[in-house]
């Protein structure tokens, strides 16, 4: 089955393999409105702020990390290396960015000082990384401090304006080679298929005096430090690590807690053991969560490691809310707390000990740390409440709320003096993290036809201002803003589903699938995959997928079909339909293609097809899923023989007459690869239409970290 070379403008074929494009036919050209079709090059193209911005006290200046997208090792990666920018705010207004870093080396993770004069960052190049100062005064850079040899994960934090601390990051451990003979018991504690996913990374913490140079390691670099935590006079820090009997046990890990003291040089005391998540409270003690609620400590006083039992932050029915977002002055803060009286009907009522993508809705509290009285702010909320931070000045709250039926988001002010709530923006676009500046916030702002930028909202008023404009290139794309349906599933229940049509084009349109679990959610975010379908003349259809416990693979078809059938009777269509998933969604695909003929082509990748072989894969990681996890068998197979049976693809692929293109990585260690190999094979002995594409160096994305795997993958498809 080879792909066909059809071109458009853009230059990149058609994204479906030939047996879907012969099935599908001839996709309409959009009739208008667009200069060229959005190409798999156009999607790697986009620049995307990463790493989150950092903002002076003052609210005058922000700096940020914009990856370099030509590079394969920032393909799909978790901490993209680029360049650090700098830019002055004047309101609403932004100066020109900056640019942080010297030749031949990249920047990331930018942070201000607490007076804003500096922004500490790290640059990496090709005799490793090293701690770096920009002074805002003279507008000159430094690098400070011994360089390190692995890849920096985490931001460095401010100890006052003349410490900074940072975790200096080892290289990865070489793994050793493996033994000639290997011995596991069913007592072991870890699997070898279980080790791949073990936390392995090292790295010291360091604080270095910017005045003299001076460096003080609290940990060496070959520490497995989990996370560090300055506390807000810059005097104390907290680190986590993995106690001695679970490190590197994957998912199982439970960290200790360690703090020290700075300017003492004394040597550090563990505080907790026994995996409690310590935190800064405003005043400067440390606080966890206890079974009775939110315990407190002073710095000087014994923690529990060392036979402490902590203060009670609140008693009463305050203990419950927990703080979220302090006010400046430290009076009062807010907490979100789940609002039990709103579900979500398109997904199943979570069952105990079950994995669920149900998620509480919440509401907003405003609490008196005083007196503890408790203000819920959004009590006549049907909306999902999150996100709030505190103004500059601490006279309003702001916070976003997430319409449950249309997914609009609205962006509210509450001004705690007079009580009064506001609405400062509300539309079709989804909203980023928000970031308190003097006369309003900064936050990212996405639609389903513009990826996120960079922008002033007026906490007054509500008025706008650009900051970023990160990809002027689109310009040249007409891109699809999909439609929200409704349709019944098998079992009548009502589902949303999503449906982009190509720009310009009123009939004979063939459909692209896309299925995974409740996807309607993401309607307002930008999705370049999908403007690729669109602006080359295809429509997509995601529909909404209702899992139910002991029914995963028949809640697919349930919910895909009557989806499908319901764009098929609305009369644009060429009446040819495609369907594509990937990992669970890959599982979808192969089943439902077994109890179907409704569709022309199918493309899964990294598919699981019989959940037997993934429960027994060797890794317990793999068992639990399928039991308790994402597949939701309910049990084992010596359970629920029957179930495993009905739902796995496998047993069920001589049913299949759909043509199908099977893509894999080789160093998938999510769905091993043998899993797509099985499936491929299976389909071959029974004569069927099927190709099997593998990547040597994909993992389960296909293609991170290559450019040119990337392309391949989306022109095979």
Known sequence: MEMTSRKYRGGVPLLLVAACMAACTTAPVPAEAQTRAFTAEDMLDLVQISGGVSVAPAGDRIAYMLPDVAEDWNVLERFPLGTVYVRSLDGPSAGTPVALGSEGRRSSFPMFSPDGSQVAFFLEGSSGGQLAVWRAETGETRTVGHTFPGKATTPPQWAGNGRVVFARPALPGVASEPARVRVLHTTDEILPGDAYFANRSRAGLVVLDLATGAERALLDDEAPLRSFTVSPDGEYVTAALPSPDTEGIARRERNETFLWRLGAGEESRMITGRGQRLSWLPDGRMAWRGRGGLLTLGVDEPGPAQGGSGTPFRSGSGARLAPLEWSPDGRHYVTLVADRSISDAEVEAPQPGMFSIARAFTDLYLVSNEDGMATNLTADFDDDVSGPVWSSDGSSIFFRAVDNSTYDQTLYRYETERGQLSKLASGEESYGNLIPVPEGLLLTIQSATAPSDLWFIDGTTGRRTRVTELNPQLTDFAFSKPELLHFDNADGERLGALLYRPPGATDDVPVITYIYEKLTPGIHRFSARHQIFATHGYAVLMPNVKIKVGETGTSYVKSVVPAVQMVRDMGFTNDRFCLWGGSFGAYGTSFVITQTKVFDCAVSRATPPDLIRNWASGRDRDSDNIEFGQARMGGSPFEFMERYLSQSAFFHLDEVE???????????????????????????????????VLYEEGDHSLYRPSRADALDVHQRM
């Open 658 to 692: 759909t043509p199908v293109l099977l893509t894999h990585g080789v160093k998938d260690y999510t769905i091993l690869v043998g899993e797509g190999e099985l499936m491929f094979y299976a389909l071959r002995r029974l004569g069927k239409n099927a190709t099997l």
